[in-house]
């Protein structure tokens, strides 16, 4: 098995996305849901054990912003963002932050 772990950044503000609402699915439907921490990190999804497979990650983009009280358009350019990613058999570690702001956003397989 592979572990598993998210981080959320905010570039609009320059810090963690805290409160940010995170789920993660798998093969065989939600394996669970989370809010981000004062830090931007999930601690209901952190050190998952994730089978080879692919997986998806839903963040409540547009909700986050909305709750910062920053002016979004009807309907956001970003709403939800989804990271669809593949976990492979012996893999170890998988981290996927994201770094968004209202209007973009960036990932990558971190460490």
Same mark, same amino acid.
């Given at each position: 098995?592979?572990?598993?772990?998210?981080?959320?950044?905010?570039?609009?503000?320059?810090?963690?996305?805290?409160?940010?609402?995170?789920? !993660?699915?798998?093969?065989?439907? +939600?394996?669970? &849901? $989370?809010?981000?921490? =004062?830090?931007?990190?999930? @601690?209901? #999804?952190?050190?998952?054990?994730?089978?080879?497979?692919?997986?998806? !990650?839903?963040?409540?983009?547009? +909700?986050?912003? &909305? $709750?910062?009280?920053? =002016?979004?358009?009807?309907? @956001?350019? #970003?709403?939800?963002?989804?990271?669809?990613?593949?976990?492979?058999?012996?893999?170890?570690?998988?981290?996927?932050?994201?770094?968004?702001?209202?209007? =973009?956003?960036?990932?990558?397989?971190?460490?």
């Amino acid at each position: 098995m592979n572990t598993f772990s998210t981080h959320v950044l905010d570039t609009m503000h320059g810090r963690p996305a805290a409160g940010m609402t995170v789920m !993660l699915s798998g093969p065989e439907g +939600e394996i669970g &849901r $989370g809010r981000t921490n =004062a830090d931007g990190r999930c @601690p209901e #999804l952190a050190k998952t054990q994730l089978a080879a497979g692919r997986y998806a !990650l839903r963040f409540a983009v547009a +909700e986050y912003f &909305r $709750g910062l009280r920053v =002016a979004l358009p009807d309907p @956001p350019f #970003l709403d939800e963002v989804t990271v669809d990613f593949g976990v492979a058999a012996g893999g170890g570690h998988y981290h996927v932050p994201l770094l968004v702001s209202p209007f =973009a956003y960036s990932t990558y397989r971190g460490s």
